[in-house]
């Protein structure tokens, strides 16, 4: 059983739908993370929360909306989403946001048709 | 820009044929270089992290050595419970992000019994 636990674990949507993706960890870290992982390529980071405050955005498109309401919470809001964003999304959680390891969920993988 | 090439993309052995997956980089600053495993429908685990040319970290079968340039990943007599994609990611000094981590591809281990 990981520490960060992602739900669903699959999500099959069409391009109109709206839906969320949600993380939740028990470790006690303070940093949270919103990653993209597409065939083939290497993990894309999203989204960066430190102390539930927004440190990072990493030129994400606006159909893609995270929030954080603790330190232990994280969600991510998908709206008129595209085929090519089809992916694993995977949260991961840090003690912090300096060099420290980052501890990852099982994702979730979704699927826009 | 940060970058992270990981070698070869795919490595088959045979179970008890040690091995080496390597990682080059390129990066302003080198605060950490990390290795992460990841399983089939899994999240990447944390393995090792690496802070400066010299040194060493082993795990069971597993042993990560640093350089200036690169990082290799030894795994000596795998066993079929090896098998899966080994990633490698570096945490540069430079930009204005923390927490900020590059990831290279990943190389995809088969062990053969």
């Known amino acids: 059983e990981t520490g960060v636990t992602q739900t669903p674990r699959h999500l099959v949507m069409g391009m109109t739908n709206k839906k969320s993706l949600k993380c939740e960890q028990h470790?006690?870290?303070?940093?949270m993370y919103w990653y993209k992982q597409s065939a083939k390529k290497p993990l894309e980071l999203m989204f960066v929360y430190n102390f539930k405050e927004q440190t990072e955005n990493n030129s994400v498109p606006s159909r893609f909306s995270p929030e954080c309401p603790n330190s232990s919470h994280l969600f991510l809001h998908l709206h008129t989403l595209q085929p090519e964003d089809s992916a694993l999304y995977l949260c991961a959680s840090s003690l912090g946001t300096g060099v420290q390891p980052l501890h990852f969920g099982n994702g979730t993988r979704l699927t826009v048709t | 820009e940060d970058q992270v090439t990981q070698s070869p993309e795919a490595l088959r052995l045979q179970e008890g044929e040690s091995s080496s997956l390597n990682c080059s980089y390129t990066?302003?600053?080198?605060?950490?270089l990390f290795w992460y495993r990841q399983d089939p429908g899994k999240g990447p685990e944390f393995l090792f992290t690496l802070y400066s040319a010299g040194e060493e970290k082993e795990k069971e079968r597993l042993k990560a050595t640093l350089t200036k340039k690169e990082s290799f990943l030894h795994i000596t007599a795998p066993k079929p419970e090896d098998s899966a994609t080994y990633l490698c990611?570096?945490?540069?000094?430079?930009?204005?992000?923390?927490?900020?981590?590059?990831f290279g591809q990943g190389t995809i281990l088969t062990v053969h019994p």
């Open positions: 470790l006690g870290h303070n940093a």
């Open positions: 990611a570096v945490h540069g000094a430079g930009g204005t992000s923390y927490g900020k981590l590059t």
């Open positions: 990066v302003s600053g080198l605060r950490g």
